[in-house]
């Protein structure tokens, strides 16, 4: 019994031993894998840029064996089988975070893992990967309703505010204007941000692509949508705003931006100190002659008054400008309406501040200031006042479509010009008729007059139809000649 105890013992001592050495040689023995390499080391499959959406391993092997690439938990339990690529001896597998039932795993840290069926073995790779499918929380504490004008100095020159987040995050400003056709133009996007959980943004009426401590070209006036986006390690995106739809902008805000503007009723829209205001008359050439001016506060400023005419008025402050029509009806017995309903309908301002530029068929504010493009249409009708000057050879007046609605034809007038005017309303067609009920002649120079249909509701009008000519009922007058016969004595 003692020589066979003692044979076993030293069966088992060589057992160990041999087991140690292969152990040993094992340990020792260069890896089966060559260089393996990550990217994306942390993803998310919803990130914005597909790129991002999946983690990827790059890896040689030693000897040409087929392999397999699996993705372990960090127990090292098997979660999926990567999509894998072997050509050779080389490697190519990804992972998108699902699971092998389909199911998106839970975030985390994961690992890659070779294995060798041939060679029963399992290589697992020590560098993670995380998988972050969790959009990042923002907060914003950016405040609505908010004017700024190019250049001023403090909260009058750039709109603040500040951003936090929940992980450590890329923030972008954006700032975006949308057009009459309903596209988003983008205006100023910010270049170069920096990784961070807070950040004091801020947006001074420029635009371009730069850093936010940067200044670009200043833009005109008018509403911009001022947002921003958050993008967290994995490449998961919060924008804001999320849709570029009405009402669907918030935290996202709209800023107006203000240089020097007047309203129909001459009602100057600035954040300037001073401002002055000068009063042309158009005749063949535009603006034609100046007639007054006038300097001062914004809210005090006041031009003298004038003699019966059409005018176009100036206002101008800090290298801006900006017009509106002015009509004086004086005691001319010939005056041209001044088409507010037509230029308000081709205007895109935003009056309401909604980020959306109000157009047909929505509501049309009267006394929005008109683009800069109105002066095209100021000149021809400051052409058209020449034109009857000069053929009937007496004075010329002026009045707006709106207040021939409100208060009528003014008495004294006896020949009203229709021109350039393609928006009627009912109650706007039944005072012409009234006008010519009382002997007074409506002139209608051009073929486009009264073929657009609108109703009016306090000061605002909504375009409703597209019609033959209204005024063709009324039975007007067509010529200079039919013009000078009703003036006669």
Known sequence: M??????????LVAGAAAMFVRAQVVKNAPSP???????????????????????????????????QVVVLD?????????????RGRRIRASWNGRRADGRLAPDGAYRFAIRLPAKDRTIRIPDPI???????????????????SPGLEGEAGAYRFALRASEPVRFRLDVRQIQPSGAARLIRREARPRWTRAKEMRWAADAGNLPLDAIGEFVGPGSYIVGWKAEDRAGNIVMSPARV?????APARVVGVRTVQLTPRLEPLTL???????????????????????????GAVRLPRARAGFYAVEITGNGWQGWAPEA????????????????????????????????????????????????QAMASLGRTATGLRRGLATGVGAVTDAAVEDRGVPRGVRVLAVAGASVWTDGLLARLAAFQR???????????????????SGNGITIVRRTTPALDALAPARTIDEARAALAP
């Open 130 to 148: 995380r998988l972050d499918a969790t959009p990042p929380v923002v907060e914003s504490d950016a405040r609505p309703g908010r004017y700024i």
């Open 245 to 249: 739809e009405p009402g669907q902008l």
């Open 33 to 67: 894998i060559i260089a393996p390499t990550i990217g994306n080391r942390v993803f998310s499959p919803d990130a914005f840029k597909p790129r991002r959406r999946e983690a990827t391993l790059t890896v040689g092997l030693r000897q040409r064996t087929p392999a």
């Open 438 to 456: 009382r002997g007074g002649t409506l002139l209608v120079l051009g073929d486009d007059a009264f073929t657009r249909a609108a109703t009016r």
């Open 272 to 298: 300037l100190a001073d401002v002055e205001l000068i009063r042309h008359r158009p005749d063949a050439a535009f603006p034609g002659s100046t007639v007054a001016r006038a300097k001062g506060a914004p």
């Open 74 to 86: 960090q127990d090292d339990a098997q979660v999926a089988v990567a999509e894998a690529e072997q």
């Open 328 to 375: 004086v009806r004086g005691r001319a017995a010939v005056a041209v309406l001044v088409p507010l309903y037509t230029w308000q309908a081709a205007n895109p301002a935003d009056a309401d501040l909604s980020g959306f530029p109000d157009v047909p068929p929505g509501p049309l504010d009267l006394d929005r200031p008109l683009p800069p493009e109105a002066t």
């Open 2 to 11: 003692r020589i066979l105890a003692a044979v076993l013992a030293a069966l």
